[in-house]
């Protein structure tokens, strides 16, 4: 069917369905949800209306969604009243979920019997009263108000969502920056927010290294002259700077706080912006993503129901960092809206040992399990035992977040991790669109499973896959996925982002020209059965000898051999070709790098993809530079490769990850004679 399309090296199984026996009775054919669909969009508006009816409202909302002030910014349930604060909380505290246990939040530290030292379990009473407190900090020692703006640098500690949920409840608008980030990366997102109060902690622990969370802090501030006071969590108990005027305890300040504090929830338009969150550009510059609290509420309530088929009886753990997205809409708020016990967890996924997710696992009794592809692919290459060594009987649904998973690693999900019980789903979604449009949705019915696929648009989206003029491809080929009618979630008023209305018309609206298609960014295709399989970024293509090749499927290629661990293609200039590819790969434990090997993922790539994607040259280095949330970083590759500035590296888990690229390169390029 139409091109040879992979996913890190692996045939797409497009006509592979899998149907679980202990589901059946969420089964439906693929022709009835395509029909149940085809409704949601015919009644577009009437559809979405209904969705969010099921949410509380102060003043009911008297339109679905109209125009805002600028081009393809739009204001969704406009008239109506809500607070999302109120919503993740106060009318659980009025119920019977008074007192279910909200947060489970682990610490990274274990004592000698391999237990964690620190648990901490948060009552939905429990966590309302803190940030009913925190917000009475807030709003009557710091004068914050409706619209006014702050920014957030905790790490994975129960303070963290205390503080946006304080804010939210007052409109105050808050950036949350991920604590691995450095002081240059702070500065930025607070700066270009207008933040006036910044809240950090002392420290904390990542892989059992002590991070001074409040010296980083104190280089940022240096260079945002907006922030006039700093709130410090007593994370670690260290000895930090304090200014005198300028930065609080917040153990200190809650001293003088009532217990029974109250702060009403302010009664907000449903298109206020609740949370600002910046994302990398391939440009460089972060841009500042604006959610509401109305129609993102909307979104994330259907979501939380039709994707992750929620249960009041279930334990949720999404392994994701609140500082990204994916913690912002599925650790803090939409597990919350629905009223259901969530773990979270403060260290790194294979601290002290690669069985850490699965020791959480057993110790929780977690039946929703929400991770990443990298992750998966790193914790596989320990092997299986490090799994069935814990009790997983508990889990009963598994999902996938952040970039395309490729089959093998979804087989060993559903395989290996949860034993052919569970529906193991890839939801694709990005920081912009705020939560998820395309996936299985067992809670509503279970389409046939396809090993790897994003699956069908859910209820209420329209997407499709276009070529570069809009018209869509048949299936089997790769175009550009597209959302072609607004949806809630989507970047809110007043500019789409924050203080760019420009920008983000250009950039999300105006790549498909005079469609008024959103532009994802994401290359796609689409199988016989209308499933989605989102592929790689469409930025990250190469063109060798005028022949389209996504760098993730050329490192899905190289992955899939017995010795590759992880990859990262580029592609470098070529007088005859225009472009080809070179690729950096880590190799599995018991593997050494030298020529036969080289020549050996030659022939692999030759075999396995095609001649036109065999690289120039294969390096062999033992770590790639990757995001802090896991993503290779193939823009630092690549100018490593030509020569370039590195540019921004603000956002790296490891400096030196780059060095060794550089390294080898440049290695390479000496047995050349050309150094």
């Not at 992750?308 to 913690?327: E, K, L, S």
């Not at 260290?347 to 399990?369: F, N, Q, T």
């Not at 001649?611 to 490593?640: D, E, H, Q, W």
Request: glycine share 10%; net charge neutral.
């Amino acid at each position: 069917m139409g091109e040879d399309v992979k996913i890190l090296g692996e045939a797409l199984p497009f006509e592979e369905r899998i149907e679980l026996p202990n589901w059946i009775s969420r089964h439906t054919k693929v022709e009835s949800y395509w029909e149940t669909h085809g409704k949601s969009l015919h009644d577009y508006e009437n559809f979405w209306a209904s969705i969010a009816k099921e949410l509380d409202w102060f003043t009911p909302f008297e339109k679905v969604v109209e125009k805002g002030d600028y081009p393809y910014v739009y204001r969704w349930f406009p008239g109506g009243k809500i607070n999302i604060s109120y919503l993740a909380l106060d009318r659980h505290v009025a119920g019977w979920r008074k007192n279910k246990v909200a947060y489970i939040w682990e610490g990274e530290p274990i004592d000698g019997s391999g237990n964690p030292r620190e648990v901490r379990k948060l009552t939905y009473y429990d966590l309302w009263r803190e940030v009913n407190r925190v917000a009475y900090i807030l709003s009557r020692n710091f004068g914050l108000r409706k619209g006014d703006r702050i920014a957030i640098y905790l790490p994975m500690i129960p303070e963290l969502p205390i503080f946006m949920l304080a804010a939210a409840r007052l409109g105050v608008i808050f950036t949350v920056v991920f604590a691995g980030f450095t002081s240059e990366n702070l500065a930025i997102r607070a700066r270009d927010l207008g933040a006036t109060l910044l809240v950090t902690a002392d420290g904390f622990y990542r892989r059992g290294r002590v991070i001074r969370l409040k010296d980083i802090a104190d280089k940022a501030i240096e260079s945002v002259p907006s922030i006039r006071n700093v709130i410090v969590v007593r994370r670690l108990g260290l000895d930090v700077n304090m200014a005198d005027g300028r930065d609080f305890w917040l153990d200190e300040l809650l001293r003088g706080v009532p217990a029974n504090a109250y702060i009403e929830p302010a009664r907000l338009e449903s298109e206020h912006p609740l949370y600002v969150l910046y994302t990398s550009g391939t440009t460089g510059k972060p841009k500042g993503i604006i959610h509401d609290h109305g129609g993102y509420s909307v979104l994330l309530h259907a979501t939380m129901k039709w994707v992750f088929d929620v249960r009041d009886d279930d334990i949720y753990f999404c392994t994701a960092d609140i500082g990204w997205v994916t913690g912002h809409s599925y650790i803090v708020f939409g597990p919350l809206i629905e009223g259901l016990t969530a773990v979270f967890y403060e260290g790194a996924p294979d601290y002290p040992a690669p069985d850490r997710w699965w020791s959480i696992v057993e110790r929780y009794g977690v039946s929703i399990l929400y991770t990443t592809p990298t992750a998966v692919r790193m914790l596989m290459r320990y092997g299986d035992e490090y799994v069935r060594k814990h009790d997983r009987s508990t889990l009963r649904l598994i999902h996938s977040v952040g970039e395309p998973i490729n089959p093998s690693a979804w087989r060993w999900l559903y395989e290996v991790v949860c034993e052919k019980r569970c529906p193991v789903g890839s939801t694709w979604w990005m920081t912009e669109t705020g939560g998820i449009l395309i996936s299985i949705a067992p809670g509503l019915s279970l389409v046939p499973i396809k090993p790897g696929t994003n699956g069908p648009p859910l209820l209420g989206v329209d997407a499709d896959v276009v070529d570069e003029n809009g018209n869509p491809v048949e299936p089997g080929k790769k175009g550009f996925l597209v959302i072609k009618r607004p949806f809630p979630g989507m970047p809110a008023p007043p500019t789409g982002m924050w203080g760019d209305p420009d920008g983000y018309r250009r950039i999300y609206f105006e790549r498909i020209p005079g469609k008024g298609y959103f532009f994802t960014g994401d290359y796609a295709v689409r199988d016989n059965d209308g499933y989605i399989w989102v592929i790689g970024r469409a930025d990250e293509v190469l063109k060798v000898a005028g022949h389209r090749i996504g760098t993730y499927e050329l490192e899905s290629v190289l992955v899939s051999h017995k010795a590759v661990a992880e990859a990262a293609v580029v592609g470098v200039p070529d007088p005859v070709k225009g472009e080809v590819p070179i690729a950096y790969v880590v190799l599995k434990e018991g593997y050494q790098p030298n020529k036969e090997l080289m020549e050996e993922l030659k022939e692999w790539v030759r075999s396995n993809y095609g001649p036109i994607a065999v690289p120039s040259n294969i390096f062999f280095v033992t770590k790639l530079p990757k995001t802090r949330s896991g993503k290779i970083m193939r823009r630092l590759v690549k100018a490593v490769a030509m020569g370039s500035p590195l540019g921004d590296i603000t956002t790296l888990e490891d400096e030196a990850a780059v060095e060794e690229v550089k390294k080898a390169y440049e290695e390479f390029v000496k047995s050349l004679g050309k150094g």
